[in-house]
């Protein structure tokens, strides 16, 4: 079949919409017609080669739409399913999804390639070449052809455009909070960051029971957005933020520091950690460029302090679990995703969505197709 796509041909460039050949689903595969996709930060890191993806590829990778047709062997969907796609697929199977750590699926490393993961070939193609997918989905696109495994069956009643953010930025920034920081009841949260990621960061540290929560943000409506989401208390930089986290801990500081910067930057980590208590823990969830190796940090007070620095991933939760727990939790009314969609946009206007991420302007666009 025909359908329209946004795809990256060549680092630096725009995104191109365009139309597509998509063939239909193998072995294992679901064909989805595509209702919403969030426009995250990390397909801008395919545009400025910070994530080395190969190319051409089409973007996205936090989307939800409706099933199509499945391919053979998929015996658990079926055509007007509601599905959030999550962008680590979880097989169910390898040590990492056995072990309830399935943001860690060994099915992640084919990501780099954004081939379909049962037979490393492309169901998606346009000028006569083979199209990769962003995280193995591709959600700027009207419709896509991906593994079940990257697929969550989701309640139909959920409004696609407000789940599709829990394919990547919600859970993301919840999970940093909950999981990867271990946020606990009384705790001093630091969010460094406040796009769709960091939001999510300070709603998960509010559910979690922080006493106070931090947020970071050079932009002064990012900053206004925070305290909607639960922010306590707010400033324009890390060196700001300093004074602030010494007054309110008494000295203590801040016993979790969750970074949700757009682009990850080695050099911001020693004034992180210096906003960290003792024992406290730095997560670092933002993206850094692939090259960069070189970070400032103090190892001395790392050590005298037990300060702990811990990466983190999807949340370092279970997306298949998690997925349909955040929209529990949207739909009784405690995880807000209404007031993370600043604008919405069709899918010819995907480079506008970027430019206003670029400019401060969302705290998540989102593109909607019909
Ligand atoms: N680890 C994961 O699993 C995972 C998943 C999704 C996204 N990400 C990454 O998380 C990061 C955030 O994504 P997003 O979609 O929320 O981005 P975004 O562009 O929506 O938001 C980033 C925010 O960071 C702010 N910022 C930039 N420099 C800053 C600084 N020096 N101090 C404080 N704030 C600063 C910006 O003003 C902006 O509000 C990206 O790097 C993205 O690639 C990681
Ligand atoms: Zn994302
Ligand atoms: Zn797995």
């Known amino acids: 079949m025909k359908t329209k796509a946004a795809v ?100 992640g490393a084919y990501l780099g390639l954004g081939r379909q993961i049962a037979d490393q070939t492309s169901r998606h193609h346009a000028r006569g070449k083979d199209l990769g997918l962003m995280c193995l989905l591709g959600t700027f696109a009207h419709h896509t052809v991906v593994n079940e495994a990257s697929v969550i069956k989701i309640d139909d009643d959920l409004p696609l455009d407000k789940a599709c953010l829990v394919g990547c930025g919600v859970t993301t920034g919840w999970g940093s909070a909950v999981y990867a920081a271990e946020t606990q009841p009384g705790d001093t949260v630091v969010v460094v960051g406040i796009g769709g990621i960091g939001c999510n960061a300070v709603q998960g540290a509010r559910l979690a029971g922080a006493k106070r929560i931090i947020a970071i943000d050079p932009v002064e409506f990012k900053r206004e957005k925070a305290m909607e989401f639960g922010a306590t208390h707010t400033a324009a930089s890390v060196e700001d933020a300093f004074p602030l986290v010494q007054e309110l801990t008494w000295g203590q500081m801040a016993n979790k520091v969750i970074l949700t910067m757009g682009v990850g930057d080695g050099q911001i980590l020693a004034g992180a950690m210096a906003l960290t208590a003792k024992r406290g823990r730095a997560v670092v969830t933002n993206i850094h460029p692939a090259l960069e190796i070189d970070v400032k940090l103090s190892l001395l007070d790392l050590t005298l302090m037990e300060k702990q620095v811990v990466g983190s991933l999807f949340g370092s939760g279970n997306p298949r679990a998690d997925i349909p727990k955040l929209l529990g939790l949207y739909r009784e009314g405690q995880l807000d995703l209404d007031g993370l969609v600043t604008k919405t946009y069709p899918l010819e206007d995907v480079n506008e969505g970027y430019q206003d991420m670029r400019d401060g302007k969302n705290i998540r666009g989102v593109l909607l197709y019909d």
Do not use: Q, Y
């Open 8 to 107: 990256l041909w060549e680092v630096g460039t725009e995104w191109s919409v365009e139309e597509i050949e998509l063939d239909p689903p193998k072995d294992g595969e679901v064909l989805v017609r595509m209702a919403a996709s969030g426009m995250c930060h990390s397909d801008e890191h395919l545009v400025t080669g910070d994530l080395p993806f190969e190319l051409p590829i089409i973007g996205g990778h936090e989307g939800a739409g409706i099933v199509e047709e499945v391919g053979p062997n998929v015996s658990w969907l079926k055509p007007g399913d509601h599905v959030v796609f999550g962008f680590i697929p979880a097989c169910g199977k390898c040590p990492s999804c056995a072990t309830g750590h399935s943001n860690l699926c060994d099915l």
